[in-house]
C-alpha cells in the first residue's frame, strides 16, 4: 500500500517558474524524504526533513511539513530545463529500522 | 567513489527461469534495500537487510529470494520468473537511523516474457 500520495500527477511549466509538488500521508511518521528521479535512472535523494521540524531549505529546493495535516511540499524555485524529472515523496514510519515508503510521484517538465 | 552498483542493467528471461541480481555498496551502509518500479505504482519494497546478517520482508516479498552475504553485498534471487515480475528493480542502501537518506542504484530491467 502507499503511504505517500503525490499532486499533481503531472506538472508542466515554464523555464523560470516555481513548481510546486504536494504529498500526503496516512500515518505517523519519524521522517518524510525527497527524491528525484532522471528519466530511466535510478533515485536521487534531495532532502531529508524530520517530524519535529517545519520547514527546510537546500540550495533552490524548500520543504515544508504540516504534520497536523499529514502532508508535505516540495518548492522548486528558478525551475531550469535539467529540473525536468520524476519526484518522489518516501515516509519513514518504521520502528527500528527505517524502511521507506514511497508515493507513486509527480511528473514534472520544464519548457523551455 | 561507485556508491552503490546493480549487475545486470539489462535481462530477459523467459517465464520458469531463475536468475540473481547482485547489489554492491561501497558507502559502509548498515541497511540494504531491494525495491520494484512498476509503471504508476512508484516503488515497493520486496526485502530489506537492517544489518549483516538478517534480512526481512516488505510489501511484495512474493516470488523472491534474498541474501545478505556480508556488510557490502545483498543479492535478490527470483527462483521461477513470471511474466509478472517484469519490472524495474532497484537496490538502495542507508546509513545509521538514516541519516542522508537512501543511495540508490542505477536499476536492473527485467523482462519475463
Known amino acids: 500500500s502507499q503511504q505517500g500520495e503525490e499532486d499533481p500527477q503531472a506538472l508542466s511549466i515554464q523555464e523560470g517558474e516555481n513548481a510546486t509538488m504536494n504529498c500526503s500521508y496516512k500515518t505517523s511518521i519519524n521522517n518524510l524524504q525527497w527524491y528525484r528521479q532522471n528519466s530511466g535512472r535510478g533515485l536521487v535523494h534531495l532532502i531529508l526533513i524530520r517530524s519535529n521540524e517545519r520547514e527546510k531549505h537546500s540550495g533552490r529546493l524548500r520543504v515544508t511539513l504540516d504534520t497536523s495535516k499529514k502532508s508535505s511540499s516540495l518548492l522548486i524555485t528558478a525551475s531550469r530545463a535539467a529540473d525536468t524529472a520524476s519526484y518522489f515523496c518516501?515516509?519513514?514510519?518504521?520502528?527500528?529500522?527505517?524502511?521507506?515508503?514511497f508515493g507513486q510521484g509527480t511528473r514534472l517538465t520544464i519548457n523551455p | 567513489n561507485a556508491g552503490v552498483t546493480q549487475t545486470p542493467k539489462f535481462q530477459v528471461l523467459k517465464t520458469g527461469q531463475s536468475m540473481t541480481l547482485q547489489c554492491a555498496q561501497d558507502m559502509n551502509h548498515n541497511s540494504m534495500y531491494w525495491y520494484r518500479q512498476d509503471p504508476g505504482m512508484g516503488l515497493r519494497l520486496i526485502y530489506y537487510s537492517a544489518s549483516e546478517g538478517t534480512t526481512d520482508k516488505g510489501e511484495v516479498p512474493n516470488g523472491y529470494n534474498v541474501s545478505r552475504l556480508n556488510k557490502r553485498e545483498f543479492s535478490l534471487r527470483l527462483e521461477s520468473a513470471a511474466p509478472s515480475q517484469t519490472s524495474v528493480y532497484f537496490c538502495a542502501s542507508s546509513g545509521w537511523a538514516g541519516i542522508g537518506g537512501y543511495t540508490f542504484g542505477s536499476g536492473t530491467r527485467l523482462t519475463v516474457v
Open positions: 518516501a515516509t519513514d514510519a518504521s520502528q527500528g529500522a527505517q524502511k521507506l515508503v
